[in-house]
């Protein structure tokens, strides 16, 4: 196992397109993590999974963005209709457990860029 | 609101010295976690405290958890060129949510 796999690894897209983001956690861990960072900011936390299921997500999650996880392995972020302000690093993360003693294992997360 | 304030954010030393960086708030959590990033990749976990006053050691760098559980320090000996990084701090506040807070960073430079 490689650790958590991110795709692609950039996206430059026209502002009013939708993108989808891809990530393959550790195969062992059962909770996976979204996070987005921008220039200068630590990353912000969006939302997690347990197994399949969505248990949190944050406010800044707008009704333009949709995580799935379907069969409680990869895991797919979607934004539609983008704009300029979701220019940023999205991060995937997974853990074995909850994150309070083990910590994440980030991937190398997926660059967009909304033009 | 920034839950999590780091000082310095940014710190320029030569190779050799020592240095010290903050990790501070208001709330208490769960437990607090550092990070070490690198441009364009994610970040890498160093260490977990979870412990109010626990101290840490990673071959040189000391990780220490307030007693209070609401802040951390990192002290680096003897730095190296390879400790040139973002260093992020993040929180986890328990009661179920499982999201980290983090803070905004600092970004190391080690010269030679």
């Known amino acids: 196992d490689t650790g958590v796999s991110q795709n692609p690894r950039h996206k430059i897209t026209k502002r009013g397109q939708n993108v989808t983001f891809r990530c393959d956690p550790i195969s062992e861990h059962n909770r996976l993590y979204w996070y987005r960072q921008t220039l200068g900011q630590g990353p912000e936390f969006l939302t997690y999974?347990?197994?399949?299921?969505?248990?949190?997500k944050s406010r800044l999650l707008s009704d333009r963005f949709s995580a799935e996880r379907p069969k409680g392995s990869f895991s797919t972020l979607e934004i539609q209709r983008t704009e300029q302000g979701d220019s940023a690093m999205y991060l995937c993360a997974s853990s074995l457990g909850g994150a309070r003693l083990r910590g994440y294992t980030f991937g190398s997360g997926t660059r967009l860029t909304v033009v | 609101t920034q839950l999590l304030e780091q000082s310095p954010q940014f710190l320029s030393i030569q190779e050799g010295e020592n240095l010290t960086v903050y990790c501070n708030s208001s709330s208490v959590f769960s437990s607090l976690q550092w990070y070490r990033q690198e441009p364009g990749e994610g970040p890498v976990l160093l260490v977990t405290?979870?412990?109010?006053?626990e101290v840490k050691k990673l071959k040189r760098l000391t990780f220490q958890f307030g007693d209070a559980r609401k802040d951390s320090s990192l002290h680096i000996t003897a730095a190296q060129t390879g400790d040139t990084g973002l260093y992020l701090c993040?929180?986890?506040?328990?009661?179920?949510?499982?999201?980290?807070?983090f803070g905004k960073g600092t970004h190391l430079i080690i010269q030679p």
């Open positions: 993040a929180g986890v506040k328990g009661g179920g949510a499982d999201g980290l807070t």
């Open positions: 999974f347990q197994n399949e299921a969505q248990l949190e």
């Open positions: 405290v979870v412990t109010g006053g």
